[in-house]
């Protein structure tokens, strides 16, 4: 299944869905260094240094999901005066796109509880983290899920406890990674994720 990645970091999350067997069309990250780090451990995925607020999904071929996990307040997501908050954006682009499937990690446990995902079933997780600029704990909640006519069940989903993924990513020395380290998502977790997707729509 084709899958696009938002906020792609360093691809902790990403990393996760193609090993296992998602296949990617587009990345995008604002950061010139956070991409060069991407492309160390993705390099098959096509990767556009652009803000999320730039793209044009009209050149962006058809995909089936989108991923993304964008750091807790980087700059690029302040929202200039009369235009659309980055969020906004986002549920802009599930409504005009309609993914089969999402996995979303925010800072803010108000944005993915609010109605943003309500046409999606899956499972909220919230991961502790360190943010390394002011040193105090923080939480990181990823909403991962399914469209809802697309599921029969109707039942949450539930990450094994009892598969892992032994795939690892290359981290950078340098202070526009180092500044996104602690929210990165394990890759081990998203490949959980991934999995759970794959059952949910029977592929």
Known sequence: MK???IFSGIGGLDKGFESAGFDFCFANEWSQNIADNYK????NVPIKVISFRDINWDEVEDFDGVIGAPAIA???LKT???ESSIIELYYELLEKKQPKFVAFGY???AVIQSDLFTPFIGGLLE???LDYLVSIP???YVFYGIRKDLDDSKRPMVLSRNIFCEEEIIVDDNDAVKKILPQVIP???SYKIALAIKEKLKI
């Open 138 to 140: 923080r939480k990181k």
């Open 127 to 129: 991961l502790y983290n």
């Open 40 to 43: 160390k451990n993705l390099p």
């Open 107 to 109: 800072d803010s446990s």
């Open 80 to 82: 200039p005066e009369g």
């Open 74 to 76: 980087p700059i690029h």
């Open 3 to 5: 899958v696009v990645s």
């Open 187 to 189: 890759v081990d977790l």
